[in-house]
């Protein structure tokens, strides 16, 4: 592991991108970026574990902030790990100048959360000369926007388009599924707020702009009350979504990009679920570093093998694969004579759905 949290990260991640580039024809033509946090069971903070907001709830826990570059297929390009209280928007920005002038990309675009932006990344970005699609605060945006929302008509997949000058289009598409789970959502967080009201639960340290506690409002000096004008100009919003670009694509295959995105969202819940990259129990940064290389290295191989999978036709999960293979046997016999060592994969009627996987030259063609 020591020798993981020196240099060898660099190569890891240099044979996962010359694969993904072999993969995808050559050319990598759109870059993903989100960030996780992860927690340890610790007590103490030291430099690198510092307690954050935690995207897990895991709040009184130490934690570190892992960011994660994945191609449009879902393949892990490169990572970044950093203090558990750093403002996430900081951390896209400096790996991705890297990664792009490590490998001469040339002719890409930068697809990110609206989370990881504000107005001196965007600039940072047109400044150098990078295409990119992220998400908008069209709730934040100036009042002409605002009108200019309302004052259409909504159908179900509409994309209208704003033109915010600087070669920036703001797009805004409506969704009437996204309608529908806005709504739910917002109903149910004001029902957990009407019940905390009925039993005077509520008190002024609930009123911040976490969640639904952003219909909380003050009347007077000691009683905290919903305020149902926030909810209906909330719902004014229900289904809208935003989009800044400075790319010149259809508003259709921005949206499309943008929702790539859910590629990174997968890639973490398999970190978190399949690999179990936390809890983490290492504390030195070295043994933190090798610990994450490890994972990174586990998401690529299960994301081949997602692919190898798909490509050979099996109609079977990744999961499905990995269960069944930790049921294959795999018998060694050294001969006492000239020490030859003969193995012999037992495979059983059960294991028909994967016996492709351990035929001799089966890896070689993949």
């Given amino acids: 592991m020591d020798k993981l949290g020196d240099r060898q990260h660099e190569l890891v991640q240099e044979i996962s991108v010359r694969h993904t580039i072999e993969m995808l024809g050559g050319r990598i033509g759109t870059l993903f970026y ?20 935690s995207k897990e709830g895991r709040h009184r826990n130490p934690q570190i902030i892992l960011g994660l570059l994945v191609s449009e297929d879902g393949n892990p390009l490169a990572y970044c790990i950093h203090e558990g209280n750093r403002y996430e928007g900081n951390t896209m920005l400096p790996v991705i100048r890297t990664f792009v002038e490590r490998y ?21 970005l047109e400044s150098l000369g990078y295409q990119y699609i992220i998400g908008a605060r069209i709730k934040s945006e100036g009042v002409a926007v605002r009108q200019w ?12 388009e704003f033109d915010k000058g600087g070669n920036r289009r ?6 009437e599924k996204r309608a529908h789970k806005d709504m739910r959502n917002r109903e149910k967080g004001l029902n957990r707020l009407e019940k905390a009201y009925s039993r005077g639960t509520l008190t002024k340290e609930n009123i911040n702009k976490r969640g639904y506690n952003k219909f909380l409002a003050m009347q007077g000096n000691m009683q905290v009350t919903i305020d149902y004008d926030k909810v209906a100009e909330d719902a004014k919003w229900d289904g809208l979504k935003g989009y800044l670009t400075n790319t010149r694509v259809s508003g259709t295959q921005v949206c499309d990009a943008y929702h790539n995105l859910w590629n990174v969202e997968r890639a973490f819940r398999i970190a978190k679920s399949k690999i179990e990259i936390r809890p983490i129990f290492h504390f030195t940064r070295r043994r933190i570093e090798a610990h994450i290389c490890i994972c990174f290295v586990a998401l690529k191989v299960h994301k081949e093998l997602e692919r190898v999978i798909k490509q050979s036709g099996l109609s079977i999960s990744v999961d499905k694969a990995l269960a069944l293979a930790r049921t294959v046997t795999t018998v060694q016999v050294k001969l006492p004579l000239n020490q030859t060592v003969i193995s012999k994969t037992m495979l059983m009627p059960r294991h028909a759905k994967i016996a492709k996987l351990f035929e001799p030259d089966f890896w070689g063609t993949h």
């Fill in 34 to 53: 989100d960030v996780t946090t992860l927690y340890f069971e610790a007590d103490r903070e030291d430099e690198l574990r510092k307690s954050g907001f």
């Fill in 104 to 124: 001469g990309l040339e002719d890409f675009v930068v697809v990110a959360d609206s989370g990881l932006m504000n107005i001196a990344n965007i600039a940072e």
């Fill in 149 to 160: 929302i309302f004052e259409h008509n909504w159908e179900d997949g509409l994309i209208r």
């Fill in 170 to 175: 703001l797009l805004v598409g409506y969704s």
